[in-house]
């Protein structure tokens, strides 16, 4: 009865079952992988978040494709505040960041082609993939101690095939945390118009930065060199995921740009999709976004700190280094399977990590934590991890 896209193991894993059962006894847990901003302990501006969206306006329906007028021009104004150059009629407006890849997928496949994703990276997309009928190929994010993570060119290469119709990044990177450099995006852009292909951007945490002193953070809304689709929205910028908008910035060489932009107002105008009042409060919410993100980025540079002198000296684990993001990348330096690992600290620590394998590491040994953790929280679910692994040894 039942599409075959569904046929992997719909149930839950050892994991998320123990996680499950512990969540119903009531035991205190230490949970670092919080990702959601609003359970983690910041003060929104209540009253002006609630009154942006609360206008005789929300009674109203003018249904545009793109988004109403003055929502684009808050999305403008916000690359504009950061010395972006955007059109309006080059952007659209989508319900969140995960249905925009869906319209970008949905733009640019047929059954079966390919897209080029990030390894790490975070497990969106393949699902997104799949429910579009499109095969995801991964690419590889190469660590070096200098450097950190990056793209590794040659990876990109030898998985481009006549299939191909687009790579993706995230910029920075989840959980890696690496942002997209200058000669990054020239190289792309020149493999793109070579193979005729797209770049989509994700830079949903644009904004989040941690350790990049000396150099300008780089977005794609401005790369015209090929057809570039640079994905955002508030769930991560304004801390509001619950909100639910997100946008699409189209750029690239004018008659594929404006042939893109017809397509695509075909899928957006089928959906319809965002909602009158949070179109109507994003000018405000956008306005809002210094007051959260001041309070998120103090908390993950303090988390990332923290967890760097904590494991300084220790030689069971290295903190991976990171420029931006909400996440930070544990490498486990003893042998050890890490999925018994993350089992373990849950069923007998009552602390909750991910192991790397969530993230498609390509081999064993990873944890990603996330920083947007509350800073007692982490520091506690830390000292457990420590205790676990001297146990181990
Ligand atoms: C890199 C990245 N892109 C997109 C999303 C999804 O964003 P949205 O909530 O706007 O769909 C996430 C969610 O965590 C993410 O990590």
Redesign the pocket.
């Known amino acids: 009865m039942f599409s075959k896209k569904f046929e992997y193991n719909t149930s839950e894993n050892k994991i998320s079952r123990l996680l499950t059962e512990k969540r119903n006894s009531g035991v205190k847990l230490y949970d670092l992988t919080e ?1 959601n901003p609003t359970k983690a302990g910041f003060e929104y501006e209540a009253v002006k978040i609630l009154e942006s969206v609360s206008g005789y306006g929300s009674l109203e329906y003018n249904p545009d494709p793109k988004g109403i007028p003055a929502a684009r021009k808050a999305v403008k104004e916000y690359y504009e505040s950061a010395g972006l150059k955007v059109s309006e009629e080059n952007i659209f407006l989508t319900s ?6 869906s319209f970008v997928f949905k733009l640019l496949t047929d059954s079966f082609d390919e897209i080029l994703i990030p390894s790490p990276g ?1 497990p ?1 997309f393949s699902f997104i993939a799949e429910m579009e009928s499109v095969t995801v190929k991964s690419y590889t994010l190469k660590y070096t101690d200098e450097n950190g993570f990056g793209i590794d060119f040659d990876s990109i290469k030898r998985q481009l095939t006549p299939k191909t119709k687009a790579i993706i990044v ?1 910029n920075p ?2 959980p890696t945390g690496n942002f997209l450099h200058k000669e990054d995006l020239t190289g792309l852009i020149s493999l793109c118009k070579a193979n005729n292909i797209a770049l989509i951007c ?1 830079e ?2 644009l904004d989040f930065n941690i350790n990049t002193v000396g150099n300008n953070i780089l977005s794609v809304v401005q790369a015209d060199g090929a057809l570039t689709f640079t ?1 955002s ?1 508030i ?2 910028i304004c801390a509001l ?1 619950q909100m639910k908008l ?1 946008w699409i910035v189209i750029n690239g060489p004018e008659n594929i740009r404006d042939a893109a932009k017809s397509r695509l107002e075909i899928i957006s105008d089928t959906y319809l999709s965002v909602g009158t009042p949070v179109q109507i409060g994003l000018s405000t919410l956008l306005e809002g976004r210094h007051h959260i993100q001041r309070q998120i980025t103090e908390r993950i540079i303090s988390n990332y700190e923290f967890l760097k002198s904590e494991f300084e000296k220790d030689k069971n684990i290295s903190v991976l280094k990171t420029e931006g993001g909400w996440y930070s990348v544990l490498k486990i330096n003893i042998k050890i399977n890490e999925e018994k690992l993350a089992y373990d600290l849950l069923d007998k620590h009552n602390v909750y990590i991910h192991p790397g394998y969530f993230f498609d590491f390509e081999d064993e040994g990873y944890a990603v934590v996330s920083l947007l953790t509350k800073k007692d929280e982490l520091k506690k679910g830390i000292h457990e991890i420590k205790n676990c692994l001297l146990k181990l040894l």
């Open positions: 990702s969140s960041t995960s249905e925009a890849y975070y969106l995230v990177n989840n994700d949903v945490f994905l929205g769930s991560k995921p997100s």
